[in-house]
């Protein structure tokens, strides 16, 4: 076969190259030009994750040259059991067969190995042992069990030009986030830059460093924490054969699987729809993988097929459903309003702990869980003071830096509720390190919703789980309350302040 390869390839001073099953089948004969051949796409090859494509490419080269870094390149990213060149001497005859494979252990930057070059003769390892060792050493790095091996496995890859240490936080944020989409995160990789590559993110060798990791430990995903647009996220897509996603849609993909109400399901769809739009291209294959996100609860699959301006229709009708529920929500409201019941208000970053600490206040039962965005549909319950004073208190969706424009806009009118309220009350997590900044977001946020005049209270939760309560109570104790929302005795301060507060603006607002 190599003399006939490297015959005809001289006769058509072309490349040659044959994709070769592990069976020994051929599965393409390719020609190519003089200095190089194009791969087809390897339908076969995609979504095997940490495994090896099954197929071995061995071509020609005419003008002398080794294994290039081109196909090198191809190797890594098909994911080919093997390249070989076969180099092709002046004569028409076989010279030497030159072979490379990858390295699934490397550590040193070395992706791949080359084997001592032969005459296509004298070939005497066992092509099927060798994948065998590869492959095994792959699987033996794998981590992820088989209860994992059904979920969604994904790298982590921040690209920022962010402070080293806001970077990091950001990243564990995402990891935070994908753990909430039920996303097993295999490895984190984050790259600091001034200046970003605006095609791929991130270098060409850097991409590769990521893909050989994926092999290593099986992943399936690539999870970006900075927004992608559609070009970026096609090509990172065909350079790596993985699936890619940002942050966004994460998001997005946590909103759709929590979102449990007619109005908190017409928004999350909203939200996706809008975030699509701009993405459509005339690339189907590109579309679908786009807008599948965390396993398949990305809008259906045959809304994928639709075009623009049905989209725009069903934008329209959503828009109007969204109107109805909500003049219902008006008018339930109304009804609140005419007994004349005060409103408190719990805000604050995801995972703070409102759900928490509003089930603790009422003996409810609401969800309340360590994942972000546990809550979506607001929620509302009575609440009796010591004084007897009765109040509602509501609990919303938490925030979240970054919060995705389509999704502030869709649930706008979920957040416009809180214009109601008569107090509110920001939760804080005192045991997330970054809660500065959340408070900052946070605050930021309820200034951009024009609730400025609405009195604040801060609450700083989960105090039982500082280091130092007693110290970080003096320090913080100044800016507002300090609680634990799982040990109801340390509410009764909060209590009064609230009641006081209430008071107060009850009077100025009848004054
Ligand atoms: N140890 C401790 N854990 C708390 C406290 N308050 C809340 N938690 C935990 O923090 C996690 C998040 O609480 P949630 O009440 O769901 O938070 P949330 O603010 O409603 O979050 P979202 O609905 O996601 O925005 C849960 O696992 C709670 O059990 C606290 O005071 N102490
Ligand atoms: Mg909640």
New binding site residues.
């Given amino acids: 076969m190599a003399r006939t390869l490297c015959q005809i390839s001289s006769e058509l001073n072309r490349q040659l190259g044959l994709l070769v099953q592990r069976s020994g089948k051929v599965e393409a004969v390719i020609v190519g030009t003089h200095t190089q051949v194009m791969i087809p796409h390897l339908e076969s090859s995609r979504a095997s994750g940490g495994r090896l494509s099954g197929l071995r490419l061995i071509h020609t080269h005419l003008a002398g040259e080794d294994i290039s870094d081109e196909d090198l390149m191809d190797l890594l990213f098909l994911r080919l059991d093997f390249i070989s060149v076969l180099k092709v001497a002046e004569d028409g005859l076989p010279e030497r067969l030159y072979t490379a494979h990858l390295l699934p252990g490397a550590t040193d930057g070395n992706n791949w190995s080359f084997l001592n070059p032969v005459h296509p003769a004298n070939q005497t390892e066992s092509v099927e042992e060798l994948i065998a060792a590869i492959e095994g050493e792959l699987g033996s790095r794998h981590q992820t069990s088989l209860v994992d091996k059904k979920k969604d496995r994904a790298i982590l890859v921040s690209v920022s030009t962010e402070k080293k240490l806001a970077a990091e936080e950001s990243l564990r944020e995402l990891e935070e986030l994908a753990r909430s989409a039920d996303v097993v995160v295999l490895d984190t990789v984050l790259q600091r830059k001034n200046h970003v590559n605006p095609r791929l993110i991130l270098g060409k060798g850097k991409l590769a460093d990521i893909m050989i990791r994926a092999l290593q430990v099986d992943a399936n995903l690539l999870i970006f924490n900075e927004e992608l647009n559609p070009s970026q996220i096609r090509s990172i897509t065909d350079f790596t054969d993985l699936r890619v996603i940002d942050r966004t849609q994460l998001i997005l993909d946590i909103f759709a699987s929590r979102a449990l109400s007619r109005e908190g399901k017409l928004q999350v769809e909203m939200a996706q729809l809008k975030y699509m739009l701009p993405r459509l291209s005339s690339r189907d294959d590109a579309l679908s993988r786009l807008t599948g996100g965390i396993g398949a609860r990305g809008p259906g699959e045959t809304k994928l097929e639709i075009d623009r301006r049905r989209i725009n229709d069903r934008l329209a009708r959503l828009g109007k459903e969204l109107k109805k529920v909500s003049e219902e929500r008006y008018r339930r409201r109304a009804k609140r309003r005419k007994k004349e019941l005060p409103v408190l208000s719990l805000v604050?970053y995801?995972?703070?702990?409102?759900?928490?600490l509003l089930n603790t206040l009422t003996n409810s039962d609401i969800i309340?869980?360590?994942?972000?965005?546990?809550?979506l549909d607001p929620t509302s319950r009575r609440l009796r003071f010591p004084t007897d004073m009765e109040v509602i208190i509501t609990?919303t969706?938490?925030f979240i830096r970054h919060l995705p424009e389509e999704l502030v806009q869709a649930f706008m009118a979920t957040l416009e509720e809180l214009e109601e309220a008569d107090l509110l009350v920001h939760?804080i997590d005192l045991s997330n390190p970054a809660f500065r900044q959340q408070m900052a977001v946070v605050d930021k946020i309820l200034a951009e919703l024009s609730l400025g005049d609405i009195p604040i209270l801060k609450l700083f939760?989960?105090i039982?789980?500082v280091e130092d309560p007693q110290m970080v109570r003096e320090i913080i104790g100044q800016e507002g309350l300090v609680v634990?929302?799982?040990k109801p005795e340390s509410l009764t301060d909060f209590l009064a302040e609230a009641e006081k507060l209430i008071g107060k603006a009850l009077e100025t607002g009848l004054g």
């Fill in positions: 604050g995801t995972n703070a702990g409102k759900s928490t309340a869980e360590n994942k972000l965005f546990a809550t609990d969706v938490g939760v939760n989960k039982d789980l634990s929302a799982v």
